[in-house]
């Protein structure tokens, strides 16, 4: 089945770091993936949509100079949270859809991004 | 996008057939339904989806009445291993296909 890939899987640094999360879908191309957050105990709530080749496209209320994401291949995804601070502090999750749209997305195990 | 109303949490024991019950009445004419399984500190899983009348693959079926205003999630025969979150949702076809997640309905299965 398909695979997607996230890295680094667990992330404790310091506050006003910048922190890279990267997506890759393992067996096969996609041209669209989504990054996720999701606090605990919430459900998951979408940030953006990551386009191969062009600029993410960012939901209502998420800040794109703070999560910046590069889709630079048909297999990689990146979010890098800039400058992040403790209420940064999250899981990050991504996912990628294989073939056409109305197939399910595949989801990453996600990234657990504590801020000190 | 058509909002989703699922229980917040159901229980069960093994060996039973768990049927989790989501309502959807504003769903249009494209939209279609899906559901994930989240375990903690995963990812969600896909389970099953389906546009009309009844999906079964290999861990479970979909049932959709005719007026498709809402959809039941069956598991057979639960395990402790089901033990899980696990989401409606509805998705636009065509375009992203973005899938806006609800609350969940939290399945604890017991001994």
């Known amino acids: 089945g398909a695979v997607v890939s996230q890295h680094p899987s667990r992330v404790i640094c310091k506050s006003g770091t910048s922190v890279k999360i990267e997506c890759r879908s393992l067996?096969?191309?996609?041209?669209?993936m989504f990054w996720y957050r999701q606090f605990p105990k919430q459900s998951l709530m979408l940030m953006a949509t990551s386009n191969e080749g062009s600029k993410a496209t960012y939901e209502q209320g998420v800040e794109k100079d703070k999560f910046l994401i590069n889709h630079a291949s048909l297999t990689l995804s990146t979010l890098t949270v800039a400058s992040a601070h403790p209420e940064d502090s999250s899981f990050y999750i991504c996912?990628?859809?294989?073939?056409?749209?109305?197939?399910?997305?595949?989801f990453g195990d996600g990234t657990r991004l504590s801020i000190l | 996008l058509a909002k989703t109303t699922q229980p917040i949490s159901m229980d069960s024991y093994e060996g039973q057939e768990v049927n989790i019950t989501c309502s959807h009445n504003n769903i249009a004419t494209n939209d279609y339904i899906t559901w994930y399984q989240q375990f903690p500190s995963q990812g969600p899983r896909f389970i099953i989806q389906?546009?009309?009348t009844k999906v079964t693959n290999e861990v479970a079926s979909l049932f959709i009445p005719a007026d498709r205003k809402s959809s039941t999630l069956s598991l057979p025969r639960v395990s402790l291993s089901d033990t899980a979150v696990y989401y409606c949702l509805v998705v636009q076809s065509g375009g992203y296909n973005k899938l806006i997640f609800g609350a969940g309905t939290r399945l604890a299965v017991h001994p």
């Open positions: 996912s990628a859809r294989k073939g056409d749209s109305n197939q399910p997305q595949h």
């Open positions: 067996d096969f191309q996609a041209t669209t």
């Open positions: 389906g546009y009309k």
